[in-house]
């Protein structure tokens, strides 16, 4: 049986040399260890596997995930010491190939403090079952063919590495930030920044504190930023807010540099349930004003000022939806910014609340023509929301139209 494995291996091994264009062969890490197949880069004096093959028999043989399995390889594979000097250039990024039996799928994994491993492509079929598999050939065909392109790409990107700043422990380093460094300003300027810290303790962060390298303050000292990481956005509601003072400049939203999309923007997904984002390649880049947050202090008028915001805004016909303690800053002036617009956009105006101050409603039907278009897509809650008991506002679940009274409920759930 050992055999026939490792022949299916061999054989498996030939097929992804032919497709790659690249020799995938066995090759032992330091400690022993040894993975099902492995790209190799000679960089200077220090070789890495920058692709590693992870296989079973069958799916689940042995009580393993070969994905997991995958995972703890391109560890081994990178505690290597006579890596270090690569590994302290940057967070590693691998591709891995795993599965069992005729299933297949891609992933991609980083190194920055720890060892993050996510899948690029569902675990797929890749035998011939019928004489009608001409559509799945075809698609698994251009799974391939794009990772034979994106490892070229890697390859170039570790042979790029000469610009690196040296690694300082506990200092900020290009390694532990995602890649993207500039943004095209409106007035066709390009602003480059670098990454000081994460903002939130949390491992899934995606929001990070930054300044900009090119630009300088009133006082003559960096521009501090806040960069985010988007699937969906409500710009228009950032920039209503910004306009009237109550949320930071909002400095860009757009594709993240250098990638090639269809040039649509996060937003409610066509054809699909409402609130679903089932494209997977819409994650966008935000960058705004960093707040001058006034801590463990809040305006004596803090509530009437939040009121004024949300009476401007749900009278605009928008809403804002996740109206948390973390998302409502006072800066030095103690003037109230709301930040965190993910879940923001437009509400249906047709339907009314019953739960809103008086006169709110009567604001709403008077802009109703103005401000309501006839194919306007509406606010829904993620599918991903949180659903711990307390925490929301009855009416507010996954998938969920957000409404104005949402946001009002979630008022008197703040200490103010």
């Not at 022993?32 to 799916?59: M, S």
């Not at 040296?166 to 095209?184: G, L």
Request: hydrophobic fraction near 40%; include cysteine; charged fraction near 25%.
């Amino acid at each position: 049986m050992e055999e026939r494995h490792d022949g299916h291996n061999e054989g498996l091994r030939k097929r992804l040399r032919h497709i790659l264009r690249a020799e995938v062969h066995e090759e032992p890490n330091s400690d022993g260890t040894r993975p099902d197949g492995v790209i190799t880069l000679q960089i200077g004096d220090t070789r890495i596997a920058y692709f590693i093959l992870e296989l079973k028999r069958e799916l689940g043989e042995g009580g393993c995930d070969p994905t997991t399995q995958g995972g703890l390889s391109m560890k081994h594979s990178w505690i290597d010491p006579t890596r270090r000097a690569i590994r302290e250039k940057c967070c590693c990024p691998t591709f891995l190939v795993a599965g069992g039996g005729p299933w297949l799928n891609v992933l991609g994994g980083v190194f920055t403090d720890k060892i993050i491993v996510q899948r690029l492509t569902d675990m797929r079929w890749m035998a011939l079952s019928s004489t009608e598999e001409d559509f799945r050939v075809y698609h698994n065909a251009r799974v391939f063919i794009a990772l034979r392109k994106c490892l070229v790409k890697l390859q170039d990107f570790y042979q790029g590495l000469d610009d690196v700043p040296p690694f300082v422990a506990n200092k900020p380093h290009p390694r532990y930030f995602p890649y993207p460094t500039s943004f095209i300003a409106e007035d066709g300027s390009l602003v480059r920044f670098r990454y000081l810290a994460s903002l939130e303790e949390d491992a899934a962060c995606v929001t990070y504190l930054a300044e900009i390298s090119n630009g300088t303050a009133a006082m003559g000292e960096p521009v501090k930023v806040v960069v985010k990481f988007v699937a969906r956005y409500g710009k228009e509601v950032h920039e209503l807010l910004a306009r009237q003072g109550y949320a930071p400049p909002l400095r860009y939203y757009g594709r993240l540099p250098d990638t090639e999309l269809s040039g649509l923007f996060p937003g409610p997904a066509q054809h699909a349930p409402p609130g679903l984002c089932l494209r997977s390649d819409l994650m966008h880049m935000v960058v705004m004003d960093y707040i001058d947050v006034q801590f463990n202090t809040h305006a004596p008028d803090a509530r009437k000022q939040i009121e004024a915001v949300l009476m401007m805004l749900h009278s605009e016909g928008c809403v804002f939806g996740d109206l948390r303690r973390q998302n409502i800053l006072f800066d030095a002036h103690s003037k109230v910014k709301f930040i965190d617009f993910n879940w923001c956009g437009r509400f249906d105006m047709n339907i009314r609340d019953e739960q809103l101050p008086n006169g709110l409603q009567n604001q709403i039907n008077r802009n109703m023509n103005r401000v309501q278009a006839g194919d306007t897509s509406y606010a829904y809650y993620p599918l991903s929301m949180s659903t711990l008991d307390g925490m929301w506002a009855p009416g507010m679940e996954p998938l969920a139209q957000i409404r104005p009274q949402h946001d009002w409920m979630m008022l008197d759930k703040l200490p103010w």
